[in-house]
T-cell receptor, first 109, second 115 residues
Framework: GQNIDQPTEMTATEGAIVQINCTYQ??????LFWYQQHAGEAPTFLSY??LDGLEEKGRFSSFLSRSKGYSYLLLKELQMKDSASYLC??????????WGAGTKLIIKP | ETGVTQTPRHLVMGMTNKKSLKCEQH?????MYWYKQSAKKPLELMFV???????ENNSVPSRFSPECPNSSHLFLHLHTLQPEDSALYLC??????????????FGPGTRLTVT
């Protein structure tokens, strides 16, 4: 079956760096998405990876290894506003998004 | 209005009621989606419309009935729901379905409680 695994919850300190991991198993693969969702709000797009390697976008970076079925989202210089859930989703061969349950990131001062 | 809007934001209904959720996108997109989001569970795709045609129905119970009159509007009609249907219902749109590089834009959701 198709499956996405990511940690349920993580805690980090303001100003630090945190890495949120995601492993996926899908029927075919057309890319890996990361979304951010603040409590009570809509998920918003953060990144898309389809080739192996690291994509950097400001304080956020996303990495993909297709051979390992693995991705991570790296957040640097953490700010309190980064407290949110981070959703990992892999696109399968039918272009359907398979979603993880999300990682709730708690930032402490 | 910009982006994706959803109304109502909150809805409480009894199991015998009939209600409808509305979604509108102002992005000129061709694909629209309904998702169910329950606490600590992955987003569940319910329905997909591409150019007003339904292309996905992920084994959703018939008590949920979608309607897409045009590419900008999407409805979810609800009737005889069960308490386990209580969840956040999210609408999303994208430029097209089945195009991996086009991300989905989400509305703020309707928080549904079935009593």
């Amino acid at each position: 079956g198709q499956n996405i695994d990511q940690p349920t919850e993580m805690t980090a300190t303001e100003g630090a760096i945190v890495q949120i991991n995601c492993t996926y198993q899908t029927s075919g693969f057309n890319g890996l998405f990361w979304y951010q969702q603040h409590a009570g709000e809509a998920p918003t797009f953060l990144s898309y990876n389809v080739l192996d390697g690291l994509e950097e976008k400001g304080r956020f970076s996303s990495f993909l290894s297709r051979s390992k079925g693995y991705s991570y989202l790296l957040l640097k210089e953490l700010q309190m506003k980064d407290s949110a859930s981070y959703l990992c989703a892999a696109m399968d061969s039918n272009y359907q998004l398979i979603w993880g349950a999300g990682t709730k990131l708690i930032i402490k001062p | 209005e910009t982006g994706v809007t959803q109304t109502p934001r909150h809805l409480v209904m009894g199991m015998t009621n009939k209600k409808s959720l509305k979604c509108e996108q102002h992005l000129g997109h061709n694909a629209m989606y309904w998702y169910k989001q329950s606490a600590k569970k992955p987003l569940e795709l319910m329905f997909v419309y591409n150019f007003k045609e339904q292309t996905e129905n992920n084994s959703v119970p018939s008590r949920f009935s979608p309607e897409c009159p045009n590419s900008s509007h999407l409805f979810l009609h609800l009737h005889t729901l069960q308490p386990e249907d209580s969840a956040l219902y999210l609408c999303a749109s994208s430029q097209d379905e089945g195009t991996p590089t086009y991300e989905q834009y989400f509305g703020p959701g309707t928080r549904l409680t079935v009593t």
